[in-house]
């Protein structure tokens, strides 16, 4: 492949809001946008001109072909829906597109096959019969030789049965000469050579030609901005391409999916409405990370904030299903709490003591009431 280097600049101008663009085809349901700020840098794509020529029989065919690059992939481009001017080089700084290039070379080739084919299959018809025509010369000739090599030794015969020396040295020479001039190796030779000249000339040479790059750039749109959910505050930083009319860089914290509707979770992540959860205890919103936990108990799934590890038996259960103790301040799940047959309350089962009544044993509150009962009726015995 051929290149020159014709380059030309061409520049997008975009007369929109960038803010405006950028909050329809993007929300916050459950937060609120404070602070928004954004910056301008430049985005590229390519439009490469290829010229193909179809060099066979002798002639050139030319064909043009425009390939338009865009994010490492070929586009169907049409600059007409934009508003474009001539670009100045001097104010941007032009990446490298050499890969683009690449690709765009590719793509030309699979624009380029399904002709490449058909002349292919043409010429290869037109030299199958040239081909043809060669062999048959070939097995004409060596039929118009034995021919005469068959009448010579026919009248050899008769001459032989005649005696006619004279006749018959004749003959002899005739077919000398005859096979002399019939040298087999050679018309072999001859119509290899043939051939072979015949097939280089139903030869199909393609070239391709970069005549013109044209580097086309326009503003892309950096925002940084910051939601707030009842005290929790963050911050994202993503982009608008107006060319692509595409948002990008907000990955749900979750799933790792481009979001369009950005839900904050209790914890502080942003996720996408695939990724969000209710907290089956508390109801507040969290993501699909964050309820993690199940109640061991009732199994549902709860948030950090309502999951217990019961003091007892370790397990990880949901508020409905475990009591703190007033006392010790630890919390029991409701299987490991105790009954205290005197009150019959649920209690801390690490704190029963024997009552000096009834030898039973008796949660801490009733033991001290006991305690004291036992104190002011001692006083007054
Ligand atoms: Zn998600
Ligand atoms: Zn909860
Ligand atoms: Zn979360
Ligand atoms: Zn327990
Ligand atoms: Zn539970
Ligand atoms: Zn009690």
Redesign the pocket.
Same mark, same amino acid.
């Given at each position: 492949m051929e290149n020159t280097d014709e380059r030309s600049f061409l520049k997008i101008n975009f007369s929109i809001n960038p803010s405006d663009e950028l909050f329809k085809r993007l929300s916050f349901p459950n937060s609120e946008v404070k602070r928004i700020a954004f910056k301008e840098k430049n985005g590229f794509f390519y439009r490469f001109n290829f010229e193909t020529s179809f060099d066979y029989l002798g002639k050139t065919e030319k064909i043009l072909n425009t390939i338009y690059l865009f994010n490492g992939k070929p586009i169907k481009g049409d600059l007409s829906e934009y508003s474009v001017t001539e670009g100045n080089e001097k104010e941007i700084k032009v990446p490298d597109y050499k890969n683009d290039y690449f690709l765009a070379k590719e793509e030309l080739k699979k624009l380029v096959q399904g002709k490449t084919n058909e002349i292919s299959r043409m010429l290869r018809g037109y030299l199958d019969k040239e081909k043809e025509k060669i062999e048959e010369n070939f097995i004409s000739e060596t039929k118009k030789f034995r021919n005469n090599l068959g009448g010579i030794a026919e009248k050899l015969m008769e001459f032989s049965k005649s005696g006619d020396i004279e006749k018959i040295k004749e003959q002899k020479k005739l077919i000398n000469s005859l096979r002399e001039e019939m040298n087999f190796d050679e018309i072999e030779k001859d119509k290899t050579r043939a051939l072979q000249l015949e097939s280089q000339k139903h030869l199909l040479n393609v070239e391709n030609k970069l005549i013109k790059t044209t580097i086309i750039y326009y503003p892309v749109y950096t925002f940084s901005l910051e939601a707030v959910k009842a005290g929790i505050r963050k911050s994202f930083n993503l982009q608008y391409d107006p060319v692509s009319e595409n948002v990008s860089g907000l990955l %749900?914290?979750?799933?790792?999916?481009e979001?369009r509707e950005v839900i904050i979770c209790n914890s502080g992540h942003a996720? %996408?409405?695939?990724?969000v959860r209710l907290c089956d205890s508390c109801k507040k919103e969290f993501?699909?990370k964050c309820l993690r936990n199940s109640c061991e108990i009732c199994s549902k799934k709860i948030c950090k904030d309502c999951s217990v590890r019961c003091f007892r038996c370790s397990r990880v259960v949901c508020k409905d299903h475990t009591r703190q103790d007033k006392l010790s301040g630890y919390f029991y799940c409701k299987d490991c709490s105790r009954r205290c047959d005197k009150c019959g309350n649920l209690k801390d089962p690490f704190t029963f003591k024997v009552s000096k009544m009834n030898n039973r044993e008796i949660c801490e509150d009733c033991f001290r009431e006991e305690t004291k009962e036992s104190i002011v009726g001692g006083i007054f015995e």
């Open positions: %749900c914290e979750n799933c790792s999916d979001m996720v %996408c409405k695939d990724c993501c699909k």
